[in-house]
């Protein structure tokens, strides 16, 4: 089952944070966020693994709700550079394939 | 290290040609998926290789597409015959024991396919 991401777009001033959520029906093994800029590859952010700890990368962090069976990526004082399409992936155990959400699309304005 | 390296990047190509996607991992990698994205339905996981056998082809559309890993350094994506419906951006993917010891997948740059 696809993970579903909200929102399915946000628009943001330079400076503002966001919060995108990926949720799934299934209880998850782990969450994998990537970022997509138009015309490129998604590029890996950050994996969360059951029973792991909350991850950070510069001012992007995410946390993992294992009994909500949710993850969320929050992007704190947001840069021109983090636009792009925001991207979960979910497994629901170690040998699973990574199943994407729809995406979240994230507009920095200066 | 060079990373994930599909060919070719960009293809235009009539209706019911034979299309063939190329696709090399990162060295030392041993699992491979292939993946299409479209706006309607995404990025939608097509094949998954594990040491080079597939292991789960449920997500390849129909008979018309198929895939081989014929070593651990080389796959490809065929679709014979192509139809418009097939026009997406497929993308490659590896990982190192994906799944294991929090190891994620890595994106290739993509083959854009325009069939008209």
Same mark, same amino acid.
């Given at each position: 089952?696809?993970?579903?991401? $909200?929102?399915?777009?946000?628009?943001?001033?330079?400076?503002?944070?966001?919060?995108?959520?990926? %949720?799934? %029906?299934?209880?998850?093994? $782990?969450?994998?966020?990537?970022?997509?800029?138009?015309?490129?590859?998604?590029?890996?952010?950050?994996?969360?693994?059951?029973?792991?700890?909350?991850?950070?990368?510069?001012?992007?962090?995410? $946390?993992?709700?294992?009994?909500?069976?949710?993850? %969320?990526?929050?992007?704190?004082? %947001?840069?021109?550079?983090?636009?792009?399409?925001?991207?979960?992936?979910?497994?629901?155990?170690?040998?699973?394939?990574?199943?994407?959400?729809?995406?979240?699309?994230?507009?920095?304005?200066? | 290290?060079?990373?994930?390296?599909?060919?070719?990047?960009?293809?235009?190509?009539?209706?019911?040609?034979?299309?063939?996607?190329?696709?090399?991992?990162?060295?030392?990698?041993?699992?491979?998926?292939?993946?299409?994205?479209?706006?309607?339905?995404?990025?939608?996981?097509?094949?998954?290789?594990?040491?080079?056998?597939?292991?789960?082809?449920?997500?390849?559309?129909?008979?018309?597409?198929?895939?081989?890993?014929?070593?651990?350094?080389?796959?490809?994506?065929?679709?014979?015959?192509?139809?418009?419906?097939?026009?997406?951006?497929?993308?490659?993917?590896?990982?190192?024991?994906?799944?294991?010891?929090?190891?994620?997948?890595?994106?290739?740059?993509?083959?854009?396919?325009?069939?008209?």
């Amino acid at each position: 089952q696809q993970p579903v991401q $909200s929102p399915q777009a946000v628009i943001l001033r330079e400076g503002e944070d966001a919060v995108i959520n990926c %949720s799934s %029906s299934k209880a998850l093994y $782990s969450v994998h966020w990537y970022r997509q800029k138009h015309g490129e590859a998604p590029v890996f952010l950050m994996i969360l693994l059951k029973g792991g700890e909350q991850k950070g990368h510069e001012k992007i962090s995410a $946390s993992f709700n294992e009994k909500k069976q949710q993850s %969320s990526l929050y992007l704190t004082a %947001s840069q021109l550079s983090y636009s792009g399409t925001y991207f979960c992936g979910t497994a629901y155990n170690a040998g699973n394939m990574l199943t994407f959400g729809g995406g979240t699309r994230l507009m920095v304005k200066p | 290290d060079a990373g994930v390296i599909q060919s070719p990047r960009h293809e235009v190509t009539e209706m019911g040609q034979e299309v063939t996607l190329r696709c090399k991992p990162i060295s030392g990698h041993n699992s491979l998926f292939w993946y299409r994205q479209t706006m309607m339905r995404g990025l939608e996981l097509l094949i998954y290789f594990n040491n080079n056998v597939p292991i789960d082809d449920s997500g390849m559309p129909e008979d018309r597409f198929s895939a081989k890993m014929p070593n651990a350094s080389f796959s490809t994506l065929k679709i014979q015959p192509s139809e418009p419906r097939d026009s997406a951006v497929y993308f490659c993917a590896s990982s190192l024991a994906f799944g294991y010891s929090g190891n994620t997948i890595y994106f290739g740059e993509g083959s854009w396919l325009t069939v008209v």
